[in-house]
């Protein structure tokens, strides 16, 4: 067992830290103010090799493990999550799942440009009534005339503004149940496709929208994977995110124990720097403690994601408790800082409206619960 990072993974990490301090803070208030994507950097990122981190070397990607992943990832969120999530997120949900299931054909087609940063994509799963219970989907595809017409409407798509294409989950037969699903590419330019802006409480340098499909006719031939196989492309996907999720929920935890360990010295109040005082010590310590184990934790779901071992259990021990981790470092950095951490002059305040979102993208924390409970009792108290 080898607890080092190794002379490339160490490279990766400065060189994400280094991106993340000149590409992202100069630009964070204005783009949280104004509530945008930096697009511009998703073609950086893809010059440096880490949009298409992942991603197969032969269809542009740079091949990376997950435990490198998992350090960039960590290195870009400790400035900002959601801009990570804003402008590399497409290549982690949309790229697995092309790079998982689509034809060589589509992947030349597809994938190569992603990696450049040429093409964005979305991927649209969740819908109204389907959140957590991916298999009621209602979203309709149905093969007509040599188009698949789509009728239906998705929530909350990470990028779904910005893509040039959108790989919808669709069920083409409900008596069929997921047997049914398919997986199609949609080009966001086709008619009968509407947009609404979704605002939450966090997440605003990453584009959410929902869509609504009308009578949208997506070709025959973009169909990624086989009929009856979308939620398993999509699973493929979701799988993955996780990872990313997860080590961004650290950042963000870490990016908070940075932001007190230099404010606490430097903080004079009763006539000495309030790092001084026990109980701040205390926030301090628990911080870093509870950090440690649960980034050991993602290293060793990663891992074993990475020899391509069953890792479900470990992954979702990580992302659930990471996700919670930084929702609560978020309000114990704040506090430390007291009223001047609530202001944009420190990055604690984003962190806070974001840390609440990694809890429930990419499965909720009970959803991981449950996940963890069926592996190891055998029964599943989903259905
Ligand atoms: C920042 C962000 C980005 C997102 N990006 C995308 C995207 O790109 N594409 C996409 O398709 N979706 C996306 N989503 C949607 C996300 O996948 C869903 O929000 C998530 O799957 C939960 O679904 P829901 O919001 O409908 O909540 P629900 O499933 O309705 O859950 C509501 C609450 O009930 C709990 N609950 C549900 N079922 C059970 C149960 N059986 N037992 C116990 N508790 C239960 C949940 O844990 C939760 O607390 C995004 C969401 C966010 C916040």
């Known amino acids: 067992m080898d607890f080092s990072f190794s002379e490339e993974q160490l490279m990766l990490r400065d060189l994400a830290r280094k991106f993340a301090e000149n590409e992202m803070r100069p630009i964070l208030q204005e783009y949280e103010k104004e509530r945008r994507t930096p697009v511009h950097l998703t073609k950086k990122l893809a010059d440096l090799g880490l949009l298409g981190a992942h991603l197969p070397k032969e269809y542009g990607g740079s091949g990376l493990d997950y435990l490198s992943c998992a350090i960039i990832w960590e290195e870009l969120s400790k400035i900002s999550w959601t801009m990570a999530l804003g402008t590399l997120g497409h290549a982690v949900l949309s790229g697995t799942i092309l790079s998982a299931v689509a034809t060589d054909e589509q992947k030349k087609k597809y994938l190569e440009p992603l990696c450049r940063g040429e093409l964005m994509f979305a991927t649209a799963t969740v819908e109204p009534n389907a959140g957590s219970d991916a298999t009621s989907i209602e979203c309709s595809a149905k093969l007509n005339d040599g188009c698949w017409l789509l009728n239906g409407t998705k929530n909350f798509v990470t990028g779904g503004g910005l893509a040039d294409y959108l790989l919808v989950l669709a069920q083409t037969d409900k008596k069929l149940g997921t047997k049914g699903m398919v997986l199609l590419l949609v080009d966001s330019k086709s008619d009968g496709i509407s947009f609404e802006d979704v605002r939450l409480v966090g997440g605003r340098t990453s584009d959410i929208v929902n869509l609504a499909f009308s009578d949208c006719k997506v070709p025959a031939d973009n169909l990624i994977g086989k009929v009856g196989r979308g939620l398993h492309g999509a699973f493929h996907g979701i799988d993955t995110a996780r990872v990313f999720i997860t ?9 908070c124990l940075d932001s007190c360990l230099k404010y606490v010295t430097e903080r004079e109040q009763f006539g000495k720097a309030i790092g001084g005082f026990q109980l701040v010590q205390e926030v301090i310590a628990r911080m870093a403690a509870e950090i440690a184990p649960l980034r050991w934790q993602l290293y060793y779901a990663a891992d074993l994601k990475d020899q391509g071992k069953p890792h479900g259990k470990e992954l979702s021990t990580a992302k659930w408790l990471a996700s919670e981790l930084a929702v609560k470092s978020a309000a114990e950095a704040i506090r430390l800082h007291g009223a001047y951490g609530c202001t944009d002059e420190y990055d604690l305040e984003h962190h806070h409206r974001d840390a609440v979102l990694s809890t429930i993208l990419g499965g909720t924390s ?9 592996e190891l009792i055998g029964i599943n108290a989903m259905t």
């Open 247 to 255: 080590a961004g929920a650290l950042g963000m935890t870490q990016g």
């Open 366 to 374: 009970e959803m991981h619960k449950l996940m963890i409970g069926r």
